[in-house]
């Protein structure tokens, strides 16, 4: 198969600083129009105290084509159409069957690596399924894309059908390499039917709730064949969300992303997986003896994103059909998500976009440096779990534009403090505090300073959040 071509080596170069879309959204809105590029390199030299030293920053790799990188598997394996070669009348038309499938035909077969080569062809190249031959017994088809990588999405997911859009299908993600599956979205012509769900659409969808897995009838309802043929999956709505209309918040986003763990899984992934459950029937009840109506046929699928390199690298090789980040820091693994050895001086931890627009490196640093606390991967384990969340971005806890950092802390604007930034500074004789707002990395207070009330009250609304398993 195509992306598994022997030896190639796929460098997905030093990128604009988050993904291209990111990055166009920041140039539409002329906020911190120079800033970006910070995030494309993973050291700088500097000069301190009269001599040359490195200056480490967070990092990660450009947002790219991903479907370059992925293998494709369909379940049942057999369902592709042509073997043996069938004919297919169009779904609006039963007397106009001109459409052929051969499996042993180049010209007319119909194989699965035709959802991902470059469009633009015409006509278009699709992949197909046989028909509904076994009515009224389901025809249903899994389409699983496997990355063996975990990745982030950085853009919307577009499926194009060339046959008509299925009346139900579900999107699904793993974050484990295909071991468990969550849904991501729902599709139907009716979700009340189809699902039990209330139909919704993104834009109906508010901060507090941009992480819900909907139903949508969008993308299903009725059959214009020829205009309407794609299905979306809307990242950047969502983002939206958080960023605002135009995404002129961009600081919002990084800091939300850089401490809520929910957002930030939920844009990551290792596997996706299209549930085809029952094909475009047309306006009218199924035709039971013109079955050749009735198949799933698609002609491309986009998947926008990067590899997951936790802000430890900018660029992710592809090498031997295997995707894996160059770990930059001392940081080592396909996600770079351990330290090397013998760098293992302090607790691993992920870069962090804050402070914008720089970010905070957290370099491995050698063993014998610093204090002899060696934190080790149970003790580390459990000591996050018993932290308390102060704070949470997506939930918007802290008030007055203030940005929750690592669970634990609201960074306050100027003018403002307090646990959640909800006291206005400066009315009384106290200004001198302001410049403590500013963000630093001092470690943050412990959780047990804060009024039991309040702690209890943000667990249980984290509670309630739909993927808090995620
Ligand atoms: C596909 O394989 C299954 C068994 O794995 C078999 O029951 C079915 O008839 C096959 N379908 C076709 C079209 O060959
Ligand atoms: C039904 O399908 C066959 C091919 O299987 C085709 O010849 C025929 O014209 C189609 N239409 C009707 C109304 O039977
Ligand atoms: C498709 O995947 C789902 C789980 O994601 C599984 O339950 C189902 O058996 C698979 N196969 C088919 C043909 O739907
Ligand atoms: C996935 O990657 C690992 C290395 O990280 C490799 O050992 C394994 O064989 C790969 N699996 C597949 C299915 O390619
Ligand atoms: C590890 O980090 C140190 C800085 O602490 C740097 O000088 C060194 O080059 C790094 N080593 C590797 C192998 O990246
Ligand atoms: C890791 O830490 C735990 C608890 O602090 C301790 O019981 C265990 O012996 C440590 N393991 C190693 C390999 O240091
Ligand atoms: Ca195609």
């Not at 105290?49 to 480490?56: K, N």
């Not at 106009?96 to 077969?109: G, H, P, S, V, Y």
């Not at 960023?243 to 290792?270: C, E, I, V, W």
């Not at 000591?383 to 007055?400: E, G, P």
Request: charged fraction near 20%; proline fraction near 6%; aromatic fraction near 10%.
């Amino acid at each position: 198969m195509r992306h598994q071509k022997k030896g190639a080596t796929m460098y997905l170069l030093l990128g604009f600083v988050l993904q291209a879309l990111w990055v166009s959204w920041c140039h539409a809105t002329q906020h911190y129009p120079a800033s970006w590029g910070h995030y494309d390199v993973c050291k700088s030299q500097v000069y301190a105290e009269d001599r040359l030293a490195w200056h480490y920053m967070a990092c990660q790799p450009e947002a790219t084509d991903m479907t370059k990188y992925l293998t494709v598997s369909l379940d049942p394996p057999n369902i592709t159409c042509g073997d043996p070669p069938e004919m297919y009348c169009a779904l609006e038309n039963p007397y106009m069957c001109n459409n052929e499938c051969d499996a042993d035909t180049e010209e007319l077969a119909h194989p699965p690596e035709l959802m991902f080569d470059s469009e633009g062809r015409n006509p278009t190249t699709f992949w197909q399924s046989t028909s509904w031959k076994k009515y009224p017994k389901p025809l249903q088809v899994n389409i699983t894309l496997s990355w063996n990588k975990t990745i982030e999405l950085t853009d919307d997911i577009v499926l194009t059908f060339e046959s008509g859009r299925p009346e139900q299908l579900v999107l699904e993600k793993s974050l484990d390499y295909g071991h468990t599956w969550q849904p991501y979205q729902f599709y139907a012509s009716d979700c009340l039917d189809a699902f039990t769900m209330e139909p919704k659409a993104v834009h109906q969808l508010t901060p507090s709730t941009m992480l819900e897995i909907i139903c949508t009838e969008a993308y299903s309802t009725g059959y214009v064949w020829k205009y309407d043929k794609t299905v979306r999956f809307e990242i950047k709505d969502r983002f939206a969300l958080l960023a605002g209309p135009r995404l002129h918040n961009m600081a919002s986003l990084y800091g939300q992303l850089d401490t809520t763990k929910n957002l930030r899984d939920f844009f990551t992934l290792t596997d996706l997986r299209i549930r085809l459950l029952r094909p475009a029937t047309g306006a009218t009840m199924v035709d039971e003896n013109n079955l050749s109506r009735y198949f799933y046929a698609i002609s491309d699928i986009k998947v926008q994103g990067r590899c997951k390199c936790n802000l430890h690298a900018n660029s992710c090789v592809f090498d031997k059909g295997k995707l894996g980040c160059e770990c930059e820091h001392n940081t080592t693994g396909p996600d770079c998500a351990r330290c090397k050895r013998h760098y293992q001086g302090r607790a691993w931890s992920m870069g962090s976009y804050l402070p914008i627009p720089k970010g905070t490196a957290n370099i491995c640093i050698p063993n014998n440096l610093g204090t002899s606390v060696r934190p080790n991967a149970s003790s580390l384990g459990a000591a996050n779990r018993n932290q308390a969340r102060v704070c949470d971005n997506v939930l918007l806890r802290c008030q007055n534009g203030g940005v929750c950092h690592h669970h634990q802390r609201c960074q306050c604007p100027a003018g403002f403090g307090g646990i959640l930034c909800e006291k206005a500074q400066c009315q009384g004789d106290s200004c001198e505090d302001l410049q403590s707002s500013q963000p630093s990395l001092r470690p943050p207070p412990t959780a047990q300073t804060l009024p039991l009330a309040l702690l209890s009250l943000i667990s249980s609304l984290l509670a309630t959040r739909g993927l808090t398993s995620l």
